[in-house]
């Protein structure tokens, strides 16, 4: 009942920018967190960045370089992605938390991922 859509990856030579974009729609009645993780291969997931409430958090390998904000009257959350690095290589995922209608607890729900590419 609730899509999250992932769209903005590509190919980008070192020391560019890219903008990720990730829209819930569908059942969604409150969101709580939004966030982005990303995983390079044979590596585990690890978490990118997050965005509640007047807070945000970052992995330190991105502090500084990466943005994320949100549009709640969107339901989309940005990460804004500069200064890429070939470590940044990996493919990125949208998590968003937050209940359907009708629901007490939130719940996670994840996108299809986008593949970003840093090479020159």
């Known amino acids: 009942q609730v899509q999250v859509v992932e769209s903005g990856g590509g190919l980008v030579q070192p020391g560019g920018s890219l903008r990720l974009s990730c829209a819930a729609s569908?059942?969604?009645?409150?969101?709580?967190?939004m966030g982005w993780y990303r995983r390079a291969p044979g590596k585990q997931r690890e978490l990118v960045a997050s965005?509640?409430?007047?807070?945000?958090n970052y992995a330190d390998s991105v502090k500084g370089r990466f943005t994320i904000s949100r549009d709640d009257a969107k339901n989309t959350v940005y990460l804004q992605m500069n200064s890429l690095k070939p470590e940044d290589t990996a493919v990125y995922y949208c998590?968003?938390?937050?209940?359907?209608?009708?629901?007490?607890?939130?719940?996670?729900?994840w996108g299809q991922g986008t593949q970003v590419t840093v090479s020159s």
């Open positions: 998590n968003v938390n937050g209940r359907t209608t009708g629901a007490l607890l939130a719940n996670d729900y």
């Open positions: 965005i509640t409430s007047g807070r945000t």
């Open positions: 569908g059942n969604i009645a409150w969101i709580n967190t």
